[in-house]
Every structure is written in C-alpha cells, then in structure tokens.
C-alpha cells in the first residue's frame, strides 16, 4: 500500500510546474490574464481559455492542471512554455529578420505608424499592407527588415504578416521568387 501512496504523490508534483521569476521581472496576475514587465517591456497573456490554474507565490508563477488526466499535465507544460517565453522576452527581448528578394521591380519597404507598407511589388501601384502587432518594433536595414519587441507571439505574428503580405498568387513559384522571407529568429536559451 505504501508503494501506492507514493505513486499518487509524484502523479500530483507532476501536475503542478513552478517557474522561477528573474531579477529584475515584475509578474502580476489580473483576472486570469497574466502580466510581466521587465527592462525589454511588458508582455500581457490571458489564460482564460487555457484550463490551469496560476498563482503567484514568493518569487515563482506556479501553474497546477485541472484534473490527473494526461492531457492535463499537457496543457501544464504548455503553459509553462508560454510563461517562460514571456519572462524570457522581457528580460532579453525577441527578434526576427526578415530578407527582402526582388528579381523583376524593386521593392520598397517603410513603416508608416503601426504598418509596414510594401511598395511597387511585382509593378503594383498600390502599396501592399501589413499590420504590425502588439508592442513590436519595426526597423528596415538596408536589403533587411527586423522586428523586435518582448513577446514572442507578437513578433512572430508581426514578421508572419509582412511575409504572407508578399506572397505571389497565380504565377510559378519558380520564376516569381521577389518577396519578403523570414531567414532569422532568434533563439531562446532556457
């Protein structure tokens, strides 16, 4: 009986996760939306719709799952992934690069408040839009286009946007390469 017993306590440490808070990194919790704030910037995260339950206690976001079932500890390491990418972006802050290919017109890229606009892609009169989200910079360099910020979703959203605003319809994929690719991102090191 007493192998038993044990098996259901490491079963329940399984289903809680505990993520140490960095120095310098305020963790705030209102609602069910999680808030982080560091010298990069603040990253906001509602877990409404992810079943865990969250608490702050004494330097550490723990992160307990609804029920023992394995999809349970499932979403907790889920959680504890999107927790961890936020504190991280926080503290050292994302960044995406993004190489700017054109074979037939020359392209021109420029931010213009919270879009980036693509101009005279593939002769077009008309520049070609694209929404930058969240608190995301945006910044052209020469033949390339960065994008930072402090939330990964953010970025990534913001560079799948330029990129997918380029993307060439009804022609070989073969000839027509001219577009905006993402080549970088940058990796975190847990």
Not at 27 to 38: A, I, M, Q, Y
Request: with cysteine; hydrophobic share 35%; aromatic share 8%.
């Amino acid at each position: 009986m007493a192998s038993g017993a044990s098996s259901s306590a490491t079963s329940i440490k399984a289903l809680e996760k505990r993520v140490e808070i960095p120095e310098g990194v305020s963790v705030s919790l209102e609602d069910s939306t999680l808030v982080v704030k560091g010298p990069k910037g603040e990253c906001r995260k509602d877990f409404r719709k992810i079943p865990v339950y969250l608490s702050v206690e004494e330097g550490e976001v723990v992160i307990r799952a609804y029920g023992k079932k394995k999809k349970y500890r499932a979403i907790v390491g889920t959680a504890t992934a999107l927790i961890k990418n936020m504190l991280y972006g926080v503290k050292e802050g994302f960044e995406y690069r993004l190489k700017i290919v054109y074979a037939h017109f020359p392209i021109s890229v420029r931010v213009k408040g919270r879009e980036v606009l693509i101009e005279n892609f593939m002769g077009e009169k008309k520049p070609r839009v694209a929404k930058i989200v969240g608190d995301v910079k945006v910044e052209v360099e020469g033949d390339d286009v960065v994008v930072r910020g402090p939330c990964l979703e953010d970025v990534g959203q913001t560079a799948a946007n330029i990129e997918l605003s380029t993307r060439v319809k009804n022609k070989d994929p073969r000839v027509f390469l001219d577009g905006i690719y993402i080549y970088k991102r940058s990796k975190r090191k847990w």
